[in-house]
């Protein structure tokens, strides 16, 4: 999984690099550049203290001495100051500057925090935005793993209004909280219908009816020039041979895909070889957004795997409320994951 948010402290991580989120000084501080030399030890500041300082939005790398990685790389974030003196650039350099290093150090992973989000005051959902929006750009032509390491939950705020619409599609269909029976009430009431039956001995039965809807939503999911449906239901091939027919019917390289469902290249290069390859759930729906599979299309690949959605999961339920929607931005779709305390999508 080429980019993961991870709840953790940024000096546990077992990287190549470890970004600090330091002060033009280099020279330490509180936050989590004081935690970083805590744990590097002195050998850090004493090698610091030859780099002459870092101006805002450059980055310098010093050895990691007692940490689990190869470098520090050392950004100064901006201080917030309402947004009108370039902020969002600088923070957007730190963020591309501490990347392009790593990249010429020959680093595979790198773990950044979320720089100016604490005693710089940068709004935290901004933060948050310019870091993925700026790892995901750079991941679009660089083999790397990119962790966002969030210390406190505090620092991670979803917007509230897509969190509110995620957490109401989870009341409403996740059979955990409440019945099946109800969830067939709602659907009853929501779609006036008739006397459907609605077998509830068949588990995560979900009424057809509240599936319409969603299909309504995804009708225009297939591919203009191309019926994926028809693509789909014209194969009895399993998983990797179906993945590989759908990548060339949507017109993308095997790498715009890959890299859209956030999947490194060592584990596509194993489901492109092997016709008989089991991936997981996380994997096969990842593949599913990056080709903006409607919610029956997602469930026809997902069968090819072995697997279903189900509304015993709330995993499966937050997936489906986006693909409903046609939410297929997968680091989106991530962050709410992360928020929810729900494993991510990709390899
Ligand atoms: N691991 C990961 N993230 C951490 C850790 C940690 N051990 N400690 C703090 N954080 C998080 C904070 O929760 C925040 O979300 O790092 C983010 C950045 O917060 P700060 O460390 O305050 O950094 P910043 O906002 O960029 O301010 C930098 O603070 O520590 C001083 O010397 C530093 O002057 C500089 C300023």
Known sequence: MPFIIERNDITRMNVDAIVNAANSTLLGGGGVDGAIHRAAGPGLVEECRGLGGCETGKAKATGAYRLNARYVIHTVGP???????GEENYLRSCYFNSLSLADKLGCGSVAFPLISAGAYGYPRREALSIATETIKA??????????????????????????????????DNYVGMHSEKQTYLKARRKHALGSMACDYSVPNAIPAAALCESEAICADAAYKDEDIGDIIKGLDEGFSKTLLKLIDASGMTDAQCYKRANIDRKLFSKIRSDPDYRPSKPTVIAFAVALRLDLEQTEDLLKRAGFALSHSYKFDVIIEYFISKRIFDIYKINEALFELDQQLLGS
């Open 138 to 171: 750079f991941l679009e032509d660089h083999d790397m793993t990119v962790y966002l390491v969030i210390f406190d939950k505090r620092s991670f705020e979803l917007g509230g209004e897509l969190l509110g619409e995620i957490r109401t599609y989870v009341d």
């Open 79 to 85: 201080v917030w100051l309402g947004g009108a003196y």
